[in-house]
């Protein structure tokens, strides 16, 4: 016998090129790491039309800023060049800082500057007929726009020499929604700049209504999906005929290059439309301006190779963060809210395509919506259609339902012993250290379940609470990679209490946090998450794995790591919810 699941898995495997594939894996998953074996695909170009250098307001000290930051991550991430902007720009005297910019980018024949312009009666910016010599003196040949920022007003007439400019020449501008004014403002100023190629970035998972529908009117408009991380959205635009609007940005190194990558290598659409998104859309637009070549990086592991080659991952992938429509539907109200099949078929598809063999769901209405008891049906209807590996977690309502029906609810659902977790949320409007949750939190404690825990505070006062009270819970902290404010204080509570965990996902996957974690608390309670259909997994996994961990780690963060929190319910789970490889 062995003495914990984790000799079993370490016992139980096996070393191919690199890396430890289980041995228990599906047939499937091996067949995928044979494929490595095999001739590769061609590279694609990747030419990232948005990247950010420079000093910032408020910045954390672990964010990257740095060009040298921005050039490692487009060679780490085989990113083969990119347009650069700079923060001063924005912030100090635009053409000062503009010439600045490019005086930097000249050693790097793959790298471009993004000037910042403005109205030139205030004697900032030049004339327009000057200002296009010294863009092609410098060879620039994309813009941004800032009104709001910089405080100008795009349709007054003083700006109306810039703007015609910009239409004349078909200028590659880059803004974003609040620069404009908003989503009226944008659909006005499209209307009146047909020739402008805009690229809107920055645009959020929750505007995507808004987006979506003025690409269908204004074919001059473009976006990017940086913070746009919507639900299989480059399957579903591509079908709607927005191929030619589709374009690659990274904000890094703000942002992880490899996340925003990974939702093109994984996209199922043609390879003639990847390689449009990837840079072919952003070419066409310059005018011809690209990197000199096509750039691979030959040291990746082979996680990052099965990524580019749009293969499932070849080590065991355990989703903890999962949420799940009704079949059939694409969407869950709020502002926003669209997920283009979030229902199971859609959900255990994408698994697939991903190589995730496990994971755990809860339900959206029960969460989001308030309606808990309808929530936790649709769990169990869920996982009844789920393929092997699967498990459920419910939520309850102490704000709904007296604490008479909770004593009666709470053991009734687990007696389905497929659902082995506890979500409660924010919107139900309770603190969970508030002793109306108590009743579930000893439920739990008694029974050895985990709680995947979205703080309802600015802080994680909460956590340190119920780690505190609860010590046979494993209490997960979500979202604990989306700021390096919020991974300092996960940080804080893992090194307090060993019963406290870290889920990584979030939109604006900061370059380097993961890294940032791991060297603060080690590799072992931090797990991977997509928080999908909500946001699309795909750039949540290539986030980790393009960050700069050893392989070692990233298995141990994208499923390993999973085995500790739901150790204690397997002796009691159906076989078939347990993943593979945590079976005997």
Request: overall charge neutral.
């Amino acid at each position: 016998m062995y003495k914990s699941r984790r000799e079993f898995i370490k016992k139980n495997s096996i070393t191919l090129l690199g890396t430890t594939v289980l041995a228990s894996t599906s047939g499937s998953l091996l067949a995928s790491t044979a494929d490595f074996l095999m001739p590769q695909t061609k590279d694609l170009l990747f030419f990232d039309a948005f990247a950010r250098i420079g000093p910032r307001r408020y910045k954390h000290p672990g964010e990257k800023w740095q060009l040298e930051d921005l050039i490692k991550e487009l060679d780490h991430c085989s990113i083969s060049g990119a347009l650069v902007a700079s923060t001063l720009s924005l912030s100090y005297d635009a053409m000062y800082s503009n010439l600045e910019l490019s005086n930097h980018l000249k050693p790097y024949p793959n790298l471009f500057g993004i000037w910042n312009v403005l109205p030139h009666h205030t004697n900032e910016c030049l004339p327009p007929a000057q200002l296009k010599l010294k863009m092609a003196e410098h060879n620039v040949r994309a813009v941004t726009i800032h009104p709001a920022s910089n405080g100008w007003d795009w349709s007054a007439q003083s700006s109306q020499e810039l703007m015609k400019h910009l239409n004349d020449n078909k200028v590659f501008t880059i803004t974003t929604v609040s620069e404009i004014g908003g989503w009226k403002e944008l659909n006005e100023f499209l209307t009146r700049y047909k020739s402008i190629p805009l690229l809107v970035s920055a645009i959020s998972w929750g505007e995507q209504r808004y987006a979506i529908g003025l690409l269908k009117d204004h074919p001059n408009l473009h976006i990017s999906f940086d913070r746009m991380q919507i639900n299989e959205g480059l399957e579903f635009l591509y079908k709607k005929g927005h191929i030619n609007q589709l374009i690659f940005a990274t904000d890094a190194p703000t942002m992880s290059a490899g996340a925003h990558r990974t939702y093109i290598d994984y996209a199922d659409i043609p390879d003639d439309a990847k390689a449009k998104i990837a840079g072919g859309n952003l070419i066409r637009l310059l005018g011809g301006q690209r990197p000199p070549k096509v750039h691979t990086n030959r040291s990746e592991d082979i996680l990052m190779s099965s990524v580019r080659n749009g293969k499932p991952i070849p080590v065991p992938v355990i989703d903890m963060h999962m949420h799940m429509l009704h079949e059939g539907i694409h969407g869950a109200g709020g502002t926003g809210y669209h997920m283009e099949n979030g229902g199971p078929k859609g959900i255990f598809k994408m698994m697939e395509r991903l190589g995730c063999v496990g994971g755990g769901f809860m339900s959206w209405n029960g969460v989001v919506s308030n309606d808990s008891v309808q929530g936790n049906k649709l769990v169990k209807e869920a996982l009844d259609a789920s393929p092997k590996g699967f498990w459920g977690l419910a939520t309850f309502s102490p704000t709904h339902y007296t604490q008479e029906q909770l004593a009666e609810m709470i053991p009734q659902v687990y007696s389905d012993k497929r659902i082995i977790g506890m979500k409660p949320y924010h919107f139900y409007g309770m603190e969970y250290h508030n002793p109306a949750y108590d009743i579930w939190w000893e439920y739990g404690n008694k029974n050895g379940l985990y709680a995947l825990i979205h703080p309802s505070r600015g802080d994680l006062l909460e956590v340190d609470k119920l780690a505190e009270k609860y010590k046979n819970v494993r209490w997960v902290i979500a979202h604990a990679g989306g700021s390096f404010k919020m991974a300092d204080m996960a940080i804080a509570m893992m090194k307090k209490h060993k019963n406290v965990f870290a889920e990584i996902t979030l939109t604006p996957v900061p370059l380097g946090i993961i890294e940032y974690m791991v060297d603060a608390v080690g590799d072992d309670r931090i797990m991977y998450g997509s928080d999908l259909p909500m946001r699309d997994p795909r750039q949540q996994l290539g986030w980790l794995v393009f960050s700069n961990l050893p392989l070692a780690s990233k298995k141990k963060i994208l499923g390993e790591n999973a085995y500790t929190v739901i150790e204690p319910c397997i002796k009691n789970m159906p076989e078939y919810n347990v993943p593979v490889v945590f079976r005997k």
